[in-house]
C-alpha cells in the first residue's frame, strides 16, 4: 500500500513527507525520489532503476514533476515538502520554515503569506493567469508545429543527399563505395543528433505546457477555508513557471533552423577522369530546387580586420570562405587576410601588387586575382597574376602563380577551372593557368566585367557591370541570358551565389545588398540597406551559417549579417 504522508521509521526520528512504500513496508525509513503512477509506488533512487529495469513501460516521474505525484499538494514545499507559510520578499520566493533557516535567514523582509494573500483572488492580476497561460499554451503549440515540420523537412533533406550520393556514386562507376558508405554514416549521425535537437524541443515544449495546465487546473479546483493562501500560492508557482518557459521559448526561437547540406570536392572527377580515361558522358548534377527562399537580415555584428602594418584604410575587395570554415579576404593593403571563425585575423602574406578578388579551389587552396593598381590605365603592364595559396594549420603559404596577358580583377572556380575577368572580359583557364578560351567580351566601356559568380551547377554565370547598374546572366558558353536592372543596384560590385543557388549582389552606390533570383531576372529582397550600417559594399560571402560577409570600401571592419 502507498503513502503519501509523512513516515517515522521504527529507529529511526527522521521525518520524510514521501516515504518509499516498499522500503516502508520492510520497516526501513527511506525518502522517496520518484512516483510510479501505474504501479501507484513512490520509488527511492536505488529501487527506481530496478522497477525501470522489469517495467520499462512504466513512466517514472522524478521531483521535478512532483505536481504529477499522487498526493502532491500546491501548499507544499517542492525541495523540503514542508507547509508553505512566508514569503521572501527580497529573493520573491515562496518559502517553508527550513527555507527560511536555511537559505533565508539574512535576508531584509520576510513577509506571512496569509497576509499577502488576503483579498489576492479577486484581484486583476490573479483573474488574468489563465489567460496568460493560454496565450503562452499557443505559442507552446505553434512552436512545437514548426519543430514538427523541421523534423519532416530533415527526413525530405536525408532522402535527397541520399539521391545525391547514388547520383554521384553511379557517375564515377563505382570507384567511390568507400565514400558512399563513409558519407551515409556521416548523415545518418547527423540527421541523428539534428532530430535528438528537435525531439528535445519537443519533448520540451510538450512538457511544459503539460506542467502548466496541471497547475492551472489545480489552482481552479482550490476552495475551502484555505483558498485565498492557496490561491495565491498557486499563483506566484504558475507565475514562475510561465516565466521559465518564456525564457526557454525565447531560447530555442533565437537558435538557427537545422538543416543539413550535402557538399562533396569537385576536384574528385576530373582526377578520376584522368586517371582512368574511359569515363564519358559525365552530367553535372543540378543542387537547385523550385523552392525559393527569400531572405531577411536578422542580427549583425562589425568585426574589425585591420593589423598592425596596414598602411591603408582598409578596403576589403574580395571574400570566400574555405571548407575548414576559415574565412579568406583580399585587402587593399596589397595582403590576403586569414580569418578564424570569429572573424579574428590569425595570418596573413603580402603580395606585390593588389589582391582585386580571391576565390576558394580544392585542396583547402585559394586563388587570388593580382593586379597593379596603376596598370588600370595600362592594360599593357605586366604584373597581371593568378596567386594560388594554401591554408595549413591556420596558415597561410605562397604555392604557386601564373601570368596573364590581361588584367586580373576577378577570379571564380568552378570544376577545375578559373575564370578571370579582366574588367571587359571573362577568360576560361585550367588550374594550372592553361588558358582555354575568352568565354565573354563587353567592350561597350567602363567595368563591363566588374566581378563574377557561378551557379551550383555551371549552367549559368553572372557578371556586374559596374559603370552601367546592371547585372548580367549568361549560360556557360557565354551567351547572355538577361540583363537585370534596378533603382537599388547602383554601380554592382561582389557577387556571390549561396551552395542552393541564391544570388546576392552588392550595390556600391546605392549601399544595398540584393537578393535576386536564380535567372537573374528579378529582385527577391533588398536584404541589406545603407540604414544596417553599409556603406560602398564591395565584395559579399554566404558563409556555411546563412550568414552574409560584407566588405566595404575604405573601412577596416566586415559586416556580418544573420539570415533567416
Known amino acids: 500500500m502507498t503513502s503519501a504522508d509523512s513516515s517515522i521509521s521504527k ?293 574589425s580586420v585591420k593589423i598592425k602594418n596596414d598602411e591603408k584604410d582598409g578596403f576589403i575587395l574580395g571574400i570566400c570562405e574555405l571548407p575548414s570554415r576559415e574565412v579568406v579576404i583580399a585587402d587593399f593593403n596589397n595582403r590576403v587576410k586569414l580569418l578564424d571563425q570569429q572573424f579574428n585575423v590569425i595570418d596573413c602574406v603580402d603580395l606585390p601588387a593588389v589582391p582585386f578578388d580571391l576565390c576558394s579551389i580544392p585542396g583547402n587552396e585559394v586563388a587570388v586575382a593580382s593586379q597593379a593598381y596603376d596598370s588600370v590605365a595600362n592594360a599593357g603592364d605586366t604584373l597581371h597574376e593568378i596567386h594560388i595559396l594554401s591554408v595549413t594549420k591556420g ?32 577568360y576560361m583557364y585550367t588550374i594550372d593557368g592553361r588558358l582555354e578560351k575568352k568565354m565573354y567580351e563587353d567592350k561597350s566601356g567602363g567595368r563591363t566585367v566588374y566581378k563574377s559568380a557561378a551557379s551550383p551547377d555551371g549552367e549559368r554565370f553572372y557578371v556586374t557591370n559596374n559603370r552601367q547598374h546592371k547585372l548580367v546572366t549568361m549560360d556557360k558558353n557565354g551567351q547572355v541570358l538577361s540583363k537585370f536592372e534596378d533603382p537599388e543596384l547602383k554601380q554592382p560590385a561582389g557577387i556571390c551565389v549561396s551552395p542552393c543557388g541564391y544570388v546576392f549582389v552588392c550595390g556600391s552606390v546605392s549601399n544595398t545588398v540584393l537578393q535576386v533570383d536564380r535567372e537573374g531576372t528579378q529582385k527577391l529582397a533588398t536584404v541589406v540597406r545603407g540604414t544596417d550600417d553599409v556603406c560602398k559594399p564591395v565584395s559579399v560571402w554566404f558563409n556555411h551559417a546563412s550568414n552574409l560577409i560584407v566588405g566595404k570600401s575604405k573601412s577596416d571592419d566586415i559586416l556580418v549579417i544573420k539570415l533567416c
Request: one cysteine or more; charged letters at 30%; glycine letters at 4%.
Open 11 to 303: 529507529g529511526s526520528d527522521q521525518i520524510h513527507d514521501y516515504s518509499y512504500s516498499k522500503c516502508e513496508e520492510d520497516d526501513v525509513n527511506t525518502e522517496a525520489q520518484h512516483f510510479c503512477p501505474k504501479c501507484e509506488h513512490y520509488l527511492c533512487d536505488k529501487c527506481a532503476s530496478v522497477h525501470g529495469v522489469y517495467l520499462k513501460k512504466h513512466t517514472v516521474y522524478g521531483r521535478g514533476d512532483i505536481q504529477k505525484w499522487a498526493g502532491f499538494s500546491m501548499d507544499k514545499c517542492d525541495q523540503h515538502g514542508n507547509k508553505l507559510k512566508f514569503h521572501c520578499d527580497d529573493h520573491q520566493k515562496l518559502c517553508c520554515s527550513d527555507c527560511v533557516t536555511l537559505n533565508h535567514r539574512l535576508c531584509r523582509s520576510i513577509s506571512n503569506i496569509p497576509d499577502l494573500a488576503r483579498g489576492f483572488s479577486k484581484t486583476e492580476e490573479f483573474k488574468r493567469l489563465p489567460a496568460a497561460v493560454n496565450k503562452v499554451g499557443s505559442v507552446l503549440d505553434e512552436l512545437k508545429n514548426a519543430r514538427m515540420k523541421d523534423q519532416a523537412s530533415l527526413k525530405d533533406s536525408y532522402k535527397n543527399i541520399i539521391a545525391e550520393i547514388k547520383a554521384l556514386r553511379k557517375e564515377i562507376n563505382k570507384i567511390l563505395d568507400q565514400f558512399e558508405k563513409k558519407s551515409v554514416q556521416e548523415l545518418d549521425r547527423l540527421i541523428k543528433d539534428l532530430e535528438k535537437r528537435v525531439k528535445d524541443d519537443l519533448d520540451t515544449c510538450a512538457h511544459m505546457n503539460d506542467q502548466l495546465k496541471t497547475m492551472v487546473d489545480k489552482l481552479q479546483q482550490i476552495t475551502g477555508k484555505a483558498e485565498e493562501t492557496d490561491s495565491y500560492i498557486g499563483f506566484r508557482k504558475c507565475q514562475t513557471k510561465l516565466n521559465e518557459v518564456t525564457s526557454m521559448v525565447q531560447e530555442i526561437q533565437r537558435r538557427p533552423r537545422e538543416g543539413v547540406m550535402f557538399k562533396y570536392d569537385e576536384s574528385v572527377l576530373p582526377f578520376l577522369r584522368n586517371i582512368l580515361g574511359t569515363v564519358e558522358n559525365v552530367h553535372s548534377i543540378s543542387k537547385t530546387t523550385d523552392n525559393i527562399h527569400v531572405f531577411k537580415a536578422q542580427i549583425e555584428s562589425h568585426h
Open 395 to 426: 596558415q597561410l603559404h605562397a604555392v604557386r602563380k601564373f601570368n596573364t596577358d590581361h588584367m586580373c580583377r576577378s577570379v571564380i572556380h568552378h570544376k577545375s577551372h578559373l575564370y578571370v575577368g579582366s574588367y571587359d572580359a571573362l
